[in-house]
């Protein structure tokens, strides 16, 4: 599941002023969409490339996009209507006003917005839910029971849209009844709640590693080949790296060059990956050739724990060095499994022991060193279900 992060900026926020500070904010921390009043697509427009839900004029819930200048992304319909209680819910649904509008034809994808009073709103969330493409509910008095009902009943109808005020509030909101809600919309004019808010959204999306030693079996010279370098758009901290190993069911955690040495500065944004023909993990599971790798590519960066994060390539230098070839002993469910991977012979590129970071060059026959296994296949970087060999 993509988890989004939807920033509220209507006129409730307040005036045109405060609520493009609010837009602003998001925009520079990277929220997905902005909610607002259709009278504002025009100016959101102007200050940046941000999906917009825009709130139905007061006359008319659903309009068609020739009816306005710009038009939005989706449009929104509750607000000053049923949704939101301006207007009182009708007994039976079928009457609704709220209901109606969403079922008319429209050229823009099309959402509800529905504050959850009591039982009653909640079950007209899901009347909402079944009509929209997108379902905003706001908790009053209670949060997480009417959330986890909605959850339960939703199931993938609808893109179900939590608000929040905190980022405390929206990892509750990603992690309720282990599913969670696929996006949070934040009303807040902190611009270190929503960068916190981006970066929950984020850390909902990223994998956590089974990191484990396998033993080294040989560490051999070979010839020159072509190393490859990269260097990220961003910094590294010193417990982090890439994976990267000539076969993909087993590669091996290399350190970026964080550690300041006699002889060359230290270099946090850059790991000295290996030879142009081994595989890097990238966000997602996949694989991509070293070969492969260049500016603006994205690529997993992991820790020594497992945890992961994503970063920009800002370029990759690839240059004829001397090589080591390393291999290593992976114990498996079946046995034993051999895995291996050629990196530069240079002090500079370390792997991670029991004990800490070691450079390659110290490397021996019955040293541990921090790998990542799984025994799969791959075909273009993807995970297949198939028998390959890799000698």
């Not at 209901?99 to 099309?110: E, G, I, M, N, V």
């Not at 079950?123 to 009509?131: K, R, S």
């Not at 905190?166 to 990603?174: D, G, L, P, V």
């Not at 060059?361 to 279900?385: M, N, P, Q, S």
């Given at each position: ?29 990277g ?21 917009i ?16 200048e ?27 006003a ?13 959402g ?10 909640e ?9 929209s ?32 005020q ?9 992690e ?37 030693y396998?033993?080294?079996t ?9 190393r ?13 790296g ?86 290593a002993?992976?114990?498996t ?12 012979n ?13 450079a ?32």
């Open positions: 599941m993509t988890r989004s992060v939807w920033l509220k900026a209507d006129d409730e926020v307040g005036d045109w002023e405060a609520r493009k500070r609010r837009i602003t904010a998001g925009l520079e921390a929220v997905d969409w902005v909610l607002v009043d259709e009278s504002d697509v025009d100016r959101v427009r102007e200050l940046g490339d941000v999906n839900a825009a709130f139905a004029g007061d006359d008319v819930h659903v309009m068609e996009a020739e009816d306005h710009s038009e939005a992304d989706a449009t929104i319909v509750g607000k000053h209507g049923e949704g939101d209680g301006t207007v009182s819910l009708p007994t039976d649904f079928s009457g609704s709220d209901l109606s509008a969403l079922r008319q034809d429209s050229p823009l994808p099309k509800g917005y529905v504050r959850i009073h009591d039982e009653d709103y079950e007209f969330a899901g009347a909402v839910a079944e009509e493409d997108y379902t905003i509910v706001i908790g009053e008095n209670w949060q997480i029971i009417p959330l986890e009902n909605l959850i339960a009943r939703i199931g993938e109808e609808t893109t179900l849209v939590a608000g929040v905190t980022a405390e509030e929206a990892q509750t909101a990603y309720t009844l282990e599913l969670g809600a696929d996006a949070v919309l934040l009303d807040t004019d902190s611009p270190d709640e929503i960068r916190d808010t981006v970066e929950v959204r984020d850390a909902a999306e990223r994998e956590t590693l089974d990191l484990q396998a033993e080294v040989a560490v051999e010279r070979t010839g020159s080949a072509d490859v370098c990269i260097d990220t758009g961003n910094m590294m901290d010193h417990d982090e890439m994976l990267v190993g000539s076969m993909s069911r087993g590669l091996f955690f290399v350190h970026a060059e964080t550690a300041e040495s006699p002889y060359v500065a230290s270099r946090p944004f850059r790991v000295n990956a290996g030879a142009v023909h081994a595989y890097v993990r990238t966000p997602g599971g996949e694989t991509k050739y070293l070969a492969e790798v260049g500016s603006g590519t994205e690529l997993q960066v992991v820790d020594t724990d497992g945890n992961t994060r994503e970063t920009i390539v800002g370029r990759a230098k690839i240059e004829k060095r001397p090589m080591f070839r390393v291999e002993e992976v114990q469910e079946d046995g034993t499994d051999r895995i291996e991977t050629l990196l530069q240079a002090e500079t590129i370390k792997v991670n022991t029991p004990d800490g970071r070691k390659v060059t110290d490397l021996e026959a019955g040293d541990e060193i921090l790998v990542y296994y799984e025994d799969t296949a791959r075909h273009f970087g993807e995970a297949v279900e198939e028998s390959i060999i890799e000698k």
